[in-house]
């Protein structure tokens, strides 16, 4: 069966990266996340997570520019990987369309967040991340 990947967005701006917190499934409801979505059959990975981030909080597909990689695949479950990709906005404010809030995040906040289980792998990586942003 081919692995369904779920891209995730570092979304950066100056010293901090975007967070969204869950409304559902219940188990991770109130738990923060960087926000994305699934790539849908056709679509490349930073199609993906453009679109995501449109649908998601409101954004114009001009305003995300995809970037890097951050750091590795994080395996769900058999079927399912999870992938991170740096971002930077090019223009427009973020809105929580399908998340119950957002927030900006520094690099001394990030071990203080609640996160979903998935993202926490990414925390070293984000804070390497915040500690080069400029």
């Given at each position: 069966m081919p692995t369904q990947v779920v891209v995730a967005a570092a979304v950066i701006r100056g010293p901090a990266v975007l967070v969204a917190q869950r409304v559902r499934p219940p188990e991770l409801a109130g738990r923060w996340e960087l926000p994305g979505g699934k790539v849908a059959p056709g679509e490349t990975e930073p199609q993906a997570l453009a679109r995501e981030l449109v649908e998601e909080l409101?954004?114009?597909a001009a305003d995300v520019v995809v970037g890097d990689r951050l750091?590795?695949?994080v395996c769900l479950n058999d079927t399912t990987t999870l992938r991170a990709y740096l971002v930077r906005l090019a223009g427009g404010e973020p809105h929580p369309h399908d998340h119950?809030?957002?927030?900006?995040?520094?690099?001394?906040?990030l071990p203080e967040v609640d996160w979903v289980p998935a993202d926490r792998?990414?925390?070293p990586d984000l804070a390497d991340a915040?500690?080069?942003a400029t």
């Open positions: 409101g954004l114009e750091g590795d695949d119950r809030a957002l927030r900006w995040v520094t690099v001394a906040e792998a990414w925390l915040l500690s080069t």
